[in-house]
């Protein structure tokens, strides 16, 4: 009989030694299982994620807090390339002349898990954002601030209510930037070295105008984007103001 209570409580010291390692198991699976998801870890790529400005720029991007993992880089579409090698925690792009849109993939492997995590940079050039609206550039004021001295009566304000003095600097016309647009050109007429000039400033959306002759003058701004071109005149007068400004 006694051997009998022995045997039936070392078959059940069995079971539960059976019963707690599987669930010893099962949660070391679990484990195993949340350090696989390598998407929902820390995986992500750091980098410039504006829109691209001019022709050939390059830029880098890291894959960050993933150390020991192995990146390879790929090319999914547009006109980018690849400076240098594709594999590692960086990679450097140039953005060809004749890219608008593509997008780049890297893929992320831990080597002690069964999952990659697929990152996907999703480029553009400025004026081809896909949230873009699908019409040309809209129309805006151009903004006028002249620099000293000015005439008689003058106010900021937009172009065609004021007239400047010739020979002055740090006259600037301005109109918001857009970043839907992919160009700004500026031109004034007459122009020359000794009559007229304008230079754009800052991302195109302004430009600094040089007058030295006085008379009346036509200012041309034409703005484009994925979709269209847009073109503004404006009429712009200079006028003498005694011996004038910084020449």
Same mark, same amino acid.
């Given at each position: 009989?006694?051997?009998?209570?022995? !045997?039936?409580?070392?078959?059940?010291?069995?079971?539960?030694? %059976?019963?707690?390692? /599987?669930?010893?198991?099962?949660?070391? !699976?679990?484990?195993?299982?949340?350090?696989s998801s390598i998407g %929902?870890?820390?995986? /992500?790529?750091?980098?410039n994620f504006n829109p691209i400005s001019f022709s050939n720029e390059e830029r880098i991007f890291t894959a960050v807090g993933l150390s020991g993992f192995s990146s390879v880089w790929t090319v999914e579409s547009g006109n980018i390339q690849?400076?240098?090698?594709?594999?590692?925690?960086?990679?450097?792009?140039r953005f060809l002349s004749n890219f608008t849109t593509g997008s780049v993939m890297v893929k992320?492997?831990?080597?002690?898990?069964?999952?990659?995590?697929?990152v996907v940079l999703n480029l553009y050039k400025?004026?081809?954002d896909p949230n873009c609206p699908n019409t040309g550039p809209s129309a805006v004021p151009i903004f006028s601030q002249f620099g000293s001295p000015t005439p008689p009566g003058y106010q900021e304000g937009n172009l065609g209510s004021n007239s400047l003095c010739v020979n002055t600097i740090a006259n600037r016309l301005s109109i918001p930037f857009d970043p839907c647009v992919s160009s700004y050109s500026w031109t004034i007429n007459p122009s020359g070295i000794n009559v007229a000039d304008i230079f754009p400033e800052d991302n195109g959306n302004a430009a600094t105008v040089i007058i030295k002759n006085a008379g009346n003058y036509t200012v041309t701004l034409v703005t484009s984007n994925?979709?269209?071109t847009r073109i503004e005149v404006?009429?712009?007068?200079a006028v003498n103001c005694n011996s004038g400004g910084g020449f």
């Open positions: 009989m006694k051997r009998k209570v022995s !045997l039936m409580f070392g078959l059940l010291f069995l079971i539960l030694m %059976s019963c707690e390692k /599987e669930e010893t198991v099962a949660e070391n !699976l679990e484990a195993i299982k949340s350090t %929902s870890n820390g995986c /992500e790529v750091n980098g690849i400076i240098g090698s594709s594999v590692g925690s960086s990679v450097r792009l992320i492997n831990n080597p002690g898990a069964s999952t990659d995590c697929d400025v004026g081809f994925a979709n269209g404006f009429g712009l007068n």
